[in-house]
């Protein structure tokens, strides 16, 4: 053969490949930069991640301190019931610590579809799917039925967990103004003829920061003005509103008309564990497709066993829930006689507007020292320089600890000039 062979082609440079190593990013380097929490323990105005050594109730003990909590979610007061331990207990030597796989596979109990079962009839749901945490869940309902083509429609002040959801999702994210329903209105009239694909308007039923309830009606009649579907995030409502504790549907009489309701297990019902309740069809797709659901181990038996007995006394003693709102109502009429804005609350999560981050520290140092166990809410929980303290009462609480923490609330705020 004569001529010269075929050299390969130079490869096109790619100028970032020139970079010496020395001279790339550490995708570390955000991690050593944040110092703020170290600096705020060394000031002593670290708040969070506090150690409880054992809980009584209203109170708990950190380190040799018996402190009176508030912020805390177990909202009937059942953590400590010796009936949920037993059950615990039983479903434990029974199931043993761990089902050691996902539902999908080889993690589903015939515990797991007692409590989906029992869940539904008391919902008045057609079916009920339960997720190892309430978190997972969102990510598993929003994830699974938002597709490329449809609309998600957000109260802007919705759970963490629910924007998760969405961003896992294909959807499309509007956000309308928090329990603004001419904002609502709004952008269902702009997409309207414009989209093809499906709508859905995501709220929580009692906001998690305000305490607000949701205008459930107002947004019910939207859905089906627009052709939307509706889904209440009931994770701070069930057991505690309605008559039989049954959510926000029930407290506004619109049982029946709402699609979806998500929840979790770690508040009312003192365990841990989440649920979507719904028709059959919808929950049965899920099941399917949601991938947080089929890649996640199986909820541990001992917490099913535990939801069960819950929702037992949540079905059958509805004085704990009584308690619950009498106790409620004395914190935010005390909070309000002292003149301290708790921003429209109308549940028992009751917010203190503090202000200022630094000035929100101070005055949760303040509470701490006074031994009131609570933690503020700061950006981007809350807007910029809108600190607040979150409180929410328990059935437990005894109205003596209520009337303490109200009079420490009125020590801090006087010295520190929140209140006159």
């Given at each position: 053969m004569t001529g010269e062979q075929p050299q390969p082609e130079e490869p096109e440079r790619n100028p970032r490949s020139d970079?010496?190593?020395?001279?790339?990013?550490?995708?570390?380097?955000?991690?050593?930069?944040?110092?703020?929490?170290?600096?705020?323990?060394?000031?002593?105005?670290?708040?969070?991640?506090?150690?409880?050594?054992?809980?009584?109730?209203?109170?708990?003990?950190?380190?040799?301190?018996?402190?009176?909590?508030?912020?805390?979610?177990?909202?009937?007061?059942?953590?400590?019931?010796?009936?949920?331990?037993?059950?615990?207990?039983?479903?434990?030597?029974?199931?043993?610590?761990?089902?050691?796989?996902s539902r999908f596979l080889t993690g589903t109990l015939a515990l797991h579809e007692e409590l989906e079962e029992r869940l539904a009839e008391f919902l008045g749901a057609e079916a009920v799917l339960t997720f190892t945490t309430g978190f997972l869940g969102m990510l598993s309902v929003l994830s699974a039925l938002a597709g490329r083509q449809d609309v998600l429609y957000f109260d802007r002040d919705n759970h963490a967990s629910l924007y998760d959801g969405a961003r896992l999702s294909f959807g499309t994210l509007r956000k309308y103004r928090h329990n603004d329903l001419a904002d609502l209105e709004r952008l269902l009239e702009r997409d309207a003829g414009r989209r093809a694909g499906g709508r859905l308007i995501v709220t929580d039923g009692v906001f998690s920061m305000s305490g607000h309830i949701a205008d459930l009606p107002g947004i019910v009649q939207l859905a089906r003005a627009y052709g939307a579907r509706v889904l209440v995030d009931d994770a701070h409502a069930t057991g505690v509103l309605g008559e039989s504790g049954r959510g926000t549907a029930e407290h506004f009489g619109l049982e029946g008309e709402v699609d979806l309701i998500v929840g979790t297990f770690s508040k009312s019902f003192a365990s841990v564990g989440g649920f979507a309740a719904g028709p059959r069809p919808v929950i049965n797709y899920i099941k399917h497709h949601a991938r947080p659901f089929i890649f996640t181990a199986a909820l541990p038996a001992p917490q099913v066993a535990t939801v069960i007995k819950a929702l037992e006394i949540?079905?059958?003693?509805?004085?704990?829930?009584?308690?619950?709102?009498?106790?409620?109502?004395?914190?935010?009429?005390?909070?309000k006689s002292l003149g301290f804005d708790i921003l429209g609350s109308e549940s028992h999560i009751v917010p203190v507007l503090i202000g200022q981050d630094e000035h929100t520290a101070l005055f949760w140092r303040g509470l701490w020292d006074a031994g009131i166990f609570t933690t503020p809410a700061l950006p981007p929980?809350?807007?910029?320089?809108?600190?607040?303290?979150?409180?929410?009462?328990?059935?437990?609480?005894?109205?003596?600890?209520?009337?303490r923490l109200i009079e420490a609330f009125g020590e801090v705020g006087r010295r520190l000039g929140v209140i006159g």
């Open positions: 970079l010496k190593a020395s001279d790339r990013a550490d995708i570390f380097e955000k991690a050593y930069r944040f110092t703020r929490a170290d600096e705020a323990k060394a000031l002593g105005f670290y708040p969070y991640f506090k150690p409880i050594s054992s809980q009584h109730g209203g109170t708990v003990t950190v380190g040799n301190r018996e402190m009176i909590i508030t912020g805390s979610n177990d909202y009937l007061g059942l953590t400590q019931d010796p009936r949920l331990k037993e059950a615990a207990t039983a479903a434990f030597k029974n199931y043993g610590t761990s089902c050691t796989g949540m079905q059958t003693e509805p004085e704990h829930r009584q308690k619950l709102h009498r106790n409620a109502e004395r914190l935010r009429g005390g909070l929980s809350v807007p910029p320089g809108q600190g607040i303290i979150r409180t929410s009462v328990n059935a437990n609480h005894t109205f003596e600890q209520i009337d």
